[in-house]
């Protein structure tokens, strides 16, 4: 029997579950596509982690679950956490566990993209982007499937290129045309990809980096990281060392872990079943017609069973849990 | 007689000003009701786009007055034209032109203050006129003003005592100051939720647009100055324009020693706030901050996040400090 402790991050795009043990060891580790739904993809997560674990002859006694990202409210209730965080605090404390000499990290990814400042291993200052997608990955990957090329592929054609096309990315929807454009007065399509790239990193500083300094060591990280053009044009641009790590895109993961780990600090074993897999949970939107707030509520159900509702602004929204 | 006043804009500048001089007339009082989404899409509905979220809310607000007029015999809607004040002080346009607009958009009983000191509009004078309307003789329109001005005058003294108060107990919580104006801070569905998100993430709150600037002495008749010690903004700028801008600053300055971050809260699009927040956030260095603006969209996880995240990271940063004060690191 060892102590474990699960970290789920649930991004817009991705998935990532990690388990690890009393000394922050990765012992298991899942990374998969949310496809829009996270029941499912966090269900196949851990499952995955369990398949691991069985592997690896681990009995586990599970002593927190933390959760994370944008769905951490929903996963959070389904999966019993014992923590719910957002994802800076999260990403900051699972990078810092690594690399405790951090001053700079960078992080894209689907949706979100944040910038964080860290001085003696304590987080002093952030920034995230605004609403505007323009410079995350869903950036890249809508233009990717534009271009015909496979997401994982991109950062390999954008190095092939030695003269990056210029693209100006201040809107995605403007982007697009521009690329259009350099496309069809003949640009191939590697310098296309690199200037993609390189435009990422030019809208992410220009959005995030402004007045800021970004001093060594700078880790990059979250889903974009895995794409070697990104690192590249990084590099170029900022003239600095960028470190990425293998598991960069299962920090946010990490760190949810190790702040579940942190706030048990006797080392309760809690009671999680591996066996999600089989329970069938259902979720279900409605509008709350209590007042003219109309409030959207979700209400989570297990096995036909209702075990939290949210969204409410006020206590009527939730009154639904108790008739229902 | 009864009176409507729509929840919104202008009645956050005032809150005890006009109910007071209202119900010290004898005249019934009514609200609208408190914002509510309906409240707002009714308002998006009216308003040209490009106008800001508090005011689409504030036409929404009226909206619902207008509606309820003939139900609860309502006999006018008190909307108050604020353009000028005393040392040349100026407030965002828009309050200028509420009246103008709504009685173009509605077909109702509209009726006003002008509170206009550049055009020789005082704030008395502008009383004097809106009670003759209604049809009341001057000494009682004078005294029901005065009695008014001093409970206004005394709400105000009473909010800015207390905050001190607050800011001078001594807990462990973290001292965050929201910078926004009224109408948004106070506001049920734009300011109040995200007030009550910091209070469950056990944080004290402290709001900006309560200060010294706007405290004037009980002397009502008198021509009244500043105190040159409470004219704090200048620490930021000399050249701010509007009056808020220059209250809300004053709030931050007068409050700097004692607090651990600051929110800077605004609604999508605002100029005014767009440029000193921006200002005020270069200018104040030592103090975390991070700007919130909100608009139409409904979804919370964003800004949960946010929030969260900075409370978070003071948190980190207040352990920290504590550490090392007691020299464990």
Known sequence: ?324 | MKIGIPRGLAIYEYPILFEKFFLNLGIDIVYSNITTKNILKNGINLDIDENCLASKIFLGHVNDLVKRKENEKIDYIFIPRLCTFENNDTICVKFFALYDICNNIFDSNFITINIDYEHNQSELKGFLKLGKKLGFKYTDIISSYIKARKSQDDYDRKKLNEQSFKLYQSNNKLNILVVAHPYIVYDSLVGKPICNKLEKLGVNIFFANINNLNMKNNKILKKKKYNIKNQNYLKISSSLYWKSSKALLNGIIENLDKIDGIIYLSVFPCGTDCLVYELSSRKIKDIPSINIIIDEQDSDIGLDTRIESFVDILNMKNTREILKKSKVI
């Open chain 1, 1 to 324: 029997m060892a102590k474990c402790y699960i970290g789920v991050d649930i991004g817009s795009i991705s998935t990532k579950g990690v388990i690890i043990d009393e000394d922050k060891n990765i012992i298991a580790s899942e990374y998969l596509w949310t496809e829009g739904d996270p029941i499912n993809a966090v269900k196949k997560v851990i499952k995955s982690l369990k398949d691991t674990l069985d592997s690896k002859m681990i009995v586990p006694e599970i002593c927190g679950i933390g959760t994370t990202g944008s769905a951490r409210y929903l996963i959070g209730s389904i999966l019993g956490a014992t923590i719910i965080k957002n994802e800076i605090t999260a990403h900051a404390i699972g990078t810092l566990s690594k690399y405790p000499d951090t001053r700079t990290i960078l992080e894209i990814g689907g949706q979100d993209s944040k910038l964080i400042i860290i001085k003696n291993g304590i987080v002093v200052d952030y920034a995230m982007n605004t609403l505007c997608a323009a410079g995350t990955g869903a950036f890249l990957s809508s233009q990717a499937k534009r271009l015909g090329v496979d997401i994982e592929d991109l950062g390999k054609v954008a190095n092939l290129s030695k003269n990056p096309t210029k693209i100006a990315a201040r809107c995605t929807v403007f982007a697009e045309s521009d690329l259009v454009h350099k496309a069809q007065i003949g640009h191939s399509k590697e310098d296309i990809i690199a200037g993609i790239c390189r435009a990422v990193v030019q809208n992410y500083l220009n959005n995030l980096a402004k007045g800021k300094k970004l001093e060594d060591k700078i880790i990059f990280q979250g889903g974009v990281s895995k794409n070697i053009g990104v690192v590249k044009a990084f590099k170029d641009e900022l003239n600095k060392e960028i470190y990425v790590d293998e598991n960069s895109h299962l920090m946010g993961a990490l760190g949810i872990a190790i702040i579940s780990k942190n706030i048990n600090k006797n080392g309760n074993v809690i009671d999680f079943n591996f066996d999600i897999q089989d329970i069938k949970f259902k979720t279900i939107g409605r509008q709350c017609n209590g007042c003219s707030n109309n409030c959207e509520i979700v209400s989570i159900y297990k096995e036909e069973k209702l075990i939290d509702t949210m969204g409410a602004r006020c206590e009527k929204g939730y009154g639904i849990k108790q008739i229902s």
